[in-house]
């Protein structure tokens, strides 16, 4: 779809806005040196002008022309923290609600035109063209690459590759410390295998990544839900708590009742895309090593931060080996190779064990194309362009939200990432609006799904995947109507 040239022109400018270019304050070029410039009528150039101050990056002052100002995401204000923790009700303790297989089944049923509810960039925002070269040249020169099987737990170059790379961030591992795997959820399925058994409790944040809640359900597992900041993460005097008191009689008959493992997103948590703290991650490790309780940490978007400054994830004050960490190169490389991985700490030798039962080795040839890139220097250069073409579809998706939605709407801008988290207006129900999206080809995913408690139904998530224009544009307009109308009896 070709763009009108006023938005072309406004989205130049739209841009140096974004990178910090033109400052708020700054004054936007008049009308005249837009004509001029871009050798463009007058009502294109005003056309230009009136779009960027419709979306709030602009302001008229009269007889003075246009001035740079602060987006409209700067007035919106963080959802709502977590109630303080009350004593744990042992009628929480059970599988994952069927609502949330109910959910995901409605959203994959329904034709879209938009989807709001993919945490995964489009196919443009990775390196493809570079991998597939890698590819080709690799099966010409080994052709017997696609008859050879791997004898071990990962490819030997691509293991030292991610060893490296995590040294940068703090941790030290071995090649051999690493188990590739097939995506993150494979990582978290091994690594909760290999610490519970069947009945025990595990502590998840919430709300939670939904396909957390499915896994634990998977292997019946009770979750233990600990309120998590939308800023500040996982709440550990509510962790503290648990594990310093115990859960009381809430486990079957002859079952233990203390908590087995806690699951964790430390960096860039999903849904709500806050960071903890260095401190509290460091008090984190401490607390699930005093207690003896594996702490898995998923790590899948920590690459995803808006600075290049590498973020240290937990395991970085890993010294006893009770952090089993998790991650995946699904969302910063290529969703298409499924390749993820898992350093098990202390319950490394089990979790081969239970790896080798499970799926054998993986395959080779994708993990040779990934370590091949991801030892040159273009894996940074993919990453840097990533993080900023993600900066600016994130901001646009606030910008938007603060514009489009109703009065009352919460909305906090992550460090990075590809998602937001919505707090919709007191009475608004995301379960009803998420209905009302799929009828309208829109597709987003209600607070409900992330806990299997009664919890977010004011919430829902949004995906900044692609740029927020043509008819990815109108959806969220039309989203925004969605959300203002009166709810339904």
């Known amino acids: 779809m070709t763009l009108p040239l006023y938005r072309s022109i406004a989205d130049h400018y739209l841009q140096a806005i974004q990178l910090g270019t033109l400052q708020p304050g700054e004054r936007f070029p008049s009308v005249r040196t837009l004509m001029q410039r871009h050798g463009v009528s007058l009502a294109t150039a ?29 007035s919106l204000q963080v959802p709502g923290r977590p109630a303080p923790p009350a004593r744990p009700d042992p009628a929480a303790y059970v ?28 196919a443009s925002l990775y390196p493809t063209e570079a991998l597939q070269r890698i590819m080709r040249r690799q099966l010409r020169e080994q052709p017997q690459m696609l008859g050879t099987m791997l004898r071990e737990h990962g490819h030997a170059p691509l293991r030292a590759a991610l060893a490296q790379r995590m040294l940068a961030r703090g941790v030290h591992l071995a090649a051999q410390d690493i188990v590739v795997t097939h995506g993150c959820i494979e990582a978290l399925n091994l690594a909760l295998r290999a610490v519970t058994q069947p009945g025990d409790t595990v502590a998840v944040e919430s709300p939670t990544f939904y396909g957390v809640l499915q896994v634990l359900e998977s292997l019946g597992l009770r979750a233990l839900e600990i309120p998590t900041d939308p800023v500040r993460g996982l709440s550990l005097d509510a962790l503290a708590w648990v594990l310093r008191d115990g859960l009381g009689d809430v486990g079957p008959a002859g079952s ?30 401490a607390l699930c090593a ?25 395991k970085a004050f890993d010294t006893d080996g009770s ?6 190169l699904n969302k910063t490389l290529a969703p298409g190779l499924r390749l993820g ?58 910008d938007a939200v603060a514009t489009l939605f109703p009065p009352g709407t919460r909305c906090h801008l992550p460090e990075g990432g590809l998602m937001l988290w919505v707090q919709l207006p007191a009475g608004t129900s995301s379960r009803q609006l998420f209905e009302r999206a799929l009828a309208a080809g829109i597709r987003v995913l209600p607070g409900p799904m992330f806990s299997n408690g009664q919890a977010f139904d004011d919430c829902l998530r949004l995906t900044a995947g692609a740029p927020l224009q043509g ?13 203002a109308a009166p709810p339904l009896a």
């Open 471 to 483: 008819e990815r544009l109108q959806a969220l307009q039309a989203l925004g109507r969605l959300a």
């Open 323 to 328: 952090v089993i960490y998790c991650t995946s």
């Open 95 to 122: 599988g994952i609600h069927a609502r949330v297989s109910e959910l995901l089944a409605m959203a994959q049923a329904a034709p879209v035109t938009a989807d709001f509810s993919l945490a995964v960039g489009e």
């Open 341 to 398: 991985w898992l350093a098990g700490g202390r319950w490394q030798a089990r979790i081969e064990m239970l790896k080798y039962s499970q799926t054998r080795f993986g395959e080779l040839l994708p993990q040779s194309v990934a370590a091949e890139f991801i030892a040159s220097p273009a894996h940074e250069r993919h990453l840097r362009r990533l993080r900023e073409r993600l900066t600016v579809q994130r901001e646009q998706l606030a």
């Open 256 to 285: 233990a009742t203390g908590l087995k493992a806690v699951v964790a997103m430390p960096t860039l948590h999903n849904p709500l895309g806050c960071v903890m703290t260095d401190d509290d991650k460091q008090r984190l490790v």
């Open 46 to 74: 005003l056309g230009a002008c009136r779009h960027l101050e419709d979306g709030g990056w602009l302001h008229a002052r009269p007889r003075a022309g246009y001035f740079v100002q602060r987006p409209r995401r700067s």
């Open 290 to 314: 005093r207690h003896r309780v594996a702490l898995i940490e998923d790590d899948l978007y920590a690459e995803m931060a808006a600075d290049d400054r590498p973020l240290r994830p937990a």
